[in-house]
């Protein structure tokens, strides 16, 4: 088992991670999503219409720790960074999330993008080795 996979390891039976992105001026600003983990990389899906979308965009660096659903750290966070996916690496990451989460990320968060058309960004979160 690789670091990598180690700092994953609270991750695969969790059902939510507290994952903080960064303003331009640098302000924390933490948000709980579900995640998904496959090996040394963990998913994570949200809207185009998110501030977190805009965050990760300007800055792709986060913390990333496991908590409860509101969002309530429940152990130690750490470094990661967050990649777009697109095409068959989004399909991938949808598909892990949907195993996961068959209700949730299956029918009730895609219904909810159509519904408010919005498009569904999927990310790859890597953890940084230190």
Request: hydrophobic share 35%; proline share 7%; glycine share 6%.
């Amino acid at each position: 088992m690789t670091s990598r996979e180690k700092l994953l390891e609270p991750f695969v039976r969790r059902r939510a991670a507290l994952l903080t992105t960064y303003r331009r001026d640098g302000t924390p600003v933490g948000t709980a999503v579900n995640i998904a983990v496959d090996g040394d990389r963990a998913f994570v899906r949200t809207p185009h219409r998110t501030g977190k979308v805009k965050r990760l965009r300007n800055n792709p660096n986060v913390q990333i720790a496991p908590c409860t659903y509101l969002g309530k750290p429940t152990g130690p966070a750490f470094s990661a960074q967050v990649r777009l996916l697109s095409g068959d690496e989004a399909k991938h990451a949808s598909r892990a999330l949907v195993r996961k989460y068959r209700i949730l990320q299956g029918v009730l968060v895609p219904l909810a993008h159509r519904l408010t058309r919005s498009r569904t960004m999927h990310y790859e979160v890597v953890p940084v080795e230190s």
